[in-house]
């Protein structure tokens, strides 16, 4: 192997790695806010799926360690709905040492365009182990009612 050539840079075994000299795209770095902040790193996690059934939109998200009075569901004239609240830091004791603090903190707030057929009057939501869900049912669609026309001869 250390007949091979390095176009890549130096390898200390003869075997170099393509992607050793080049830097890491980092698509992230020019958004106008920090993804890694605890500020904000809540508001990146917090996973929303929506789905569609013949009678409702419903929305999941995973808020785990929430209390239903720590989240509000909101939905805005324009047909926003808005799901947002604010999971606290934990008190940290004088006398503790920490070793490790991968759980997100801070604020968050996801906003859904709703389509025209739903009944926003009717918007239900409910929180279940930590996973809140909202239903927003759609308006019944009228079939057109079809006339049969008698074709002359």
Do not use: C
Not at 78 to 95: A, F, T
Not at 132 to 143: D, F, G, M, N, Y
Request: glycine fraction near 4%; charge should be negative.
């Amino acid at each position: 192997m250390a007949m091979i050539p390095s176009f890549y840079g130096n390898s200390t075994r003869g075997v170099s790695d393509p992607l050793s000299s080049f830097s890491l795209w980092d698509p992230f770095k020019d958004f106008p806010f920090p993804l890694s902040s605890s500020e904000n790193s809540a508001f990146v996690n917090t996973r929303i799926d929506w789905k569609e059934t013949p009678e409702a939109h419903i929305f999941k998200a995973d808020l785990p360690g929430l209390k239903k009075e720590q989240v509000k569901v909101e939905i805005e004239d324009d047909r926003v709905l808005q799901i947002s609240g604010e999971r606290s830091v934990e008190k940290e004791d004088k006398n503790d040492t920490w070793h490790r603090v991968e759980r997100s903190s801070g604020k968050f707030l996801r906003r859904f365009r709703l389509p025209d057929n739903v009944k926003m009057e009717q918007v239900k939501a409910s929180m279940d182990n930590g996973v809140l869900t909202v239903t927003v049912p759609k308006e019944e669609v009228k079939k057109a009612d079809a006339k049969a026309i008698e074709i002359s001869g």
